[in-house]
């Protein structure tokens, strides 16, 4: 590495003008080659001791900054190199000093294989290093001969999408696992609950329970707060509340990993957990990941120099997607080319490597998410060329993680999962020129803004709302002020799931009660075009679904046999409403957007052409993707039995907990069914286990 870096610093000393080696009268070469071995060796050594304590003290900085931060506190300690070379020649201006630091870093990283996403030769010997460091420190002791179990979450990616791209040739990692007589894997789809949303369902899946969470964002009236799923606390009083129904600490509490998550799921290791990201000083582990991973200049130089190119890419996809006039379209401006990069190059290479380090130390579980596709897909579509490059990306992670397990200290299994789809189909203001905040305003006879009336299809939502109103939306309506009318309601949306909630009345809100205060809401809402259903609670029958043309049906008549208004939603419908009505939290009025079925579309309220969050589509048929040595995810209530039988011997308990799981060809329903199916898998890697109770620290969180 050192050899490398001495030729890569002469090449470049002879390419840019600003950087030199030698003093202003001349050096032979032996003393220029002298002066670049020494300056590489001082800068290889600031790298390895300075790098780490520079990156440790910056663990607090948001990921984005710290990759942008790279180049230039590198191309710091290449100058103080200079400064310290023995031979005083090295020269180099601030500008040019950070150019030939990130191109030395780049090129060690690309010689030495470093830990990556890719898969080469380099890499491979670099495998078998680590390897073989990890049985040195451990004194020759051989590792567990039970199997662990790394359970990597695509994040997004649907049943059906991951078999069209499996397919396609996009996924041949994937393919080659489910390939014919030899199959290594299964795939299995389940079904997700109503709000079909990384919180509910990784929540359901780490922590055995997702009771009481509605929606992405919904309002609680009892502590007038805003709950959102992705922020850090609310997160961390979600996972409280799982924590203290379910009495165990979560999936991952037996030398468990997080990595990426929403949540720890009782893990010790954590790297980009958010539900731990709101705490402070040295017991925030949250950024835990970073320094494991940008230690290394190497790595911190690619991954922000990949972190740049995805940049730019996003840009050019953005612009000839506007070029080409593509159909649906929503803004991908601002600082979401940011976001993306994040996404598919920060996240992406700190997780992996975060999961590669888990397998090297033999770690019992891992649990990670990787993001990419769900941000790209939300903005792209979730069947289009971007978001199938991303699956690309996503399937040399899969083959990079199988090879680490060739080199870990104990067997592997690998489980690869979603934890909900995407629905394609363009927005809900798109379409009818309004958004669902403006459509409850103009159905309590609020104002609603004039600018609404200009979006194209907005005629279709007017005449809805006028025929409702059975007036017009007047223009001295926009003006009147905020005195002496009462609280005004909050809509919330998660995907093609709105919420409307009125925060000054303390609890919720009865149909009849809605209908005193405004008259033409609830027709207003079921009967727009946009709108498949409602969900009210009512005084006389409890909860009640409501549709259009003064459609009825109380959820406790409601089955996969008498629909209602859930015919056009499939099976299992009926049962995830009817749960969501049971929860404290639900909102004074659930919406559910319009589905068609043929398509698969839906209208999301947020600007998203492919959403999830609600009923309707591929959002809620997420996979399993399981080695065939495991159990079968669903299957009879005698196989489940037998094998729970072998594995956990007199633990009636847990058998009978799966026994109840799936019966005879049943359908895998719900995060909380597969919480049970990996604790379960679990059992099998490594023999029966008693869930732990959670630490102190996510009790009072």
Avoid at 279 to 299: K, L, Q, T, V
Avoid at 666 to 680: I, N, Q, S, T
Wanted: aromatic letters at 6%; proline letters at 6%.
């Amino acid at each position: 590495m050192w050899a490398v870096s001495t030729v890569t610093m002469l090449v470049l000393a002879g390419l840019l003008p600003d950087f030199r080696l030698q003093s202003d009268s001349g050096d032979s070469a032996t003393r220029i080659a002298v002066t670049a071995a020494a300056g590489a060796g001082v800068f290889g050594l600031l790298s390895s001791l300075v790098w780490p304590l520079l990156v440790r003290a910056l663990l607090l900085v948001p990921a984005l900054v710290l990759g942008l931060l790279v180049f230039f506190l590198n191309g710091s300690l290449l100058l103080i190199a200079l400064r310290l070379n023995p031979s005083g020649h090295g020269e180099a201006a601030p500008e040019t000093a950070v150019v030939v630091a990130a191109v030395m870093s780049a090129v060690a990283s690309a010689t030495g294989g470093a830990l990556a996403v890719r898969d080469d030769d380099a890499y491979r010997r670099r495998l078998y290093r680590l390897a073989d460091r990890r049985r040195r420190r451990s004194g020759g002791q051989p590792g567990p001969s039970t199997h662990g179990a790394v359970f990597l979450q695509l994040d997004g990616v649907g049943h059906d999408v991951l078999r069209e791209a499996i397919g396609k040739g996009l996924m041949p990692t994937a393919a080659r696992w489910l390939g014919g007589t030899r199959s290594t894997h299964r795939l299995t789809p389940w079904r997700t609950d109503w709000s079909s949303q990384t919180g509910a369902s990784q929540l359901g899946i780490l922590h055995g329970t997702n009771h009481d969470v509605p929606a992405f964002r919904w309002y609680e009236k009892d502590t007038q707060e805003v709950m959102v799923c992705n922020r850090p606390t609310s997160a961390a009083e979600l996972q409280r509340r799982a924590v203290a129904r379910t009495g165990d600490g979560g999936l991952l509490t037996v030398d468990g990993a997080s990595r990426g998550n929403l949540f720890s799921g009782g893990a010790d290791e954590l790297a980009l957990v958010l539900s731990v990201a709101a705490r402070r000083g040295r017991d925030n582990r949250s950024r835990a990941g970073y320094f494991a991973y940008f230690s290394d200049p190497a790595n911190a130089v690619r991954t922000a120099m990949s972190f740049v190119a995805e940049v730019f890419r996003e840009t050019g996809q953005s612009i000839w997607a506007r070029i080409e006039q593509r159909r649906p379209r929503v803004k991908r401006g601002g600082l979401y080319p940011f976001i993306r990069a994040f996404a598919t190059v920060v996240e992406r290479d700190v997780v992996v490597a975060a999961v590669i380090g888990d397998m090297l130390a033999g770690r019992n579980a891992v649990y990670a998410d990787l993001v990419a596709y769900d941000e790209v897909a939300h903005h792209s579509g979730p069947r289009s060329r971007d978001a199938e490059k991303i699956l690309e990306r996503l399937d040399r992670s899969l083959a990079l993680i199988e090879k680490v397990a060739e080199h870990a200290p104990r067997p592997y299994r690998i489980v690869v999962l979603s934890d909900h789809g995407q629905s394609p189909g363009e927005t809900f203001l798109t379409r009818y020129g309004l958004s669902l905040g403006n459509l409850v305003r103009a159905g309590c006879g609020l104002p609603v803004p004039r600018r609404a009336r200009h979006t194209h299809s907005g005629a279709e939502a007017r005449t809805a709302v006028r025929a409702a109103l059975r007036r017009p939306v007047e223009e001295r309506e926009e003006r009147r002020g905020p005195s002496g009318r009462r609280s005004e309601p909050l809509v919330l949306a998660s995907g093609n799931l709105g919420l409307v909630s009125f925060p000054d009345v303390p609890h919720r809100m009865s149909r009849e009660e809605i209908d005193r205060r405004h008259p033409a809401l609830l027709s207003t809402l079921a009967n727009h075009p946009g709108v498949g259903f409602l969900l009210v609670r009512s005084e006389g029958h409890g909860g009640l679904v409501l549709g259009a043309h003064g459609v009825e049906v109380p959820v406790d008549r409601l089955d996969d046999e008498h629909p209602g208004p859930l015919a056009d939603f499939g099976p299992g419908a009926a049962d995830a409403v009817r749960r969501t009505h049971s929860f404290l939290h639900a909102a004074d009025i659930m919406v559910n957007s319009w589905y068609d079925p043929a398509e698969g579309e839906v209208l999301a309220f947020e600007e998203q052409i492919g959403s999830h969050g609600g009923l309707g589509g591929a959002q809620g048929r997420p996979f399993l993707l399981s080695p065939v040595a495991l159990s079968t995810p669903v299957g009879t209530d005698t196989e489940l039995a037998g094998t729970d039988t072998e594995l956990a011997g007199t633990d009636t308990e847990l058998a009978d907990s799966d026994t109840e799981l799936v019966g005879a060809d049943a359908e895998l329903v719900g995060a909380e069914r597969v919480h049970d199916v990996l604790r379960r898998w679990l059992r099998e890697c490594d023999g029966p286990q008693v869930p732990l109770p959670a630490r102190p620290d996510e009790q009072a969180a």
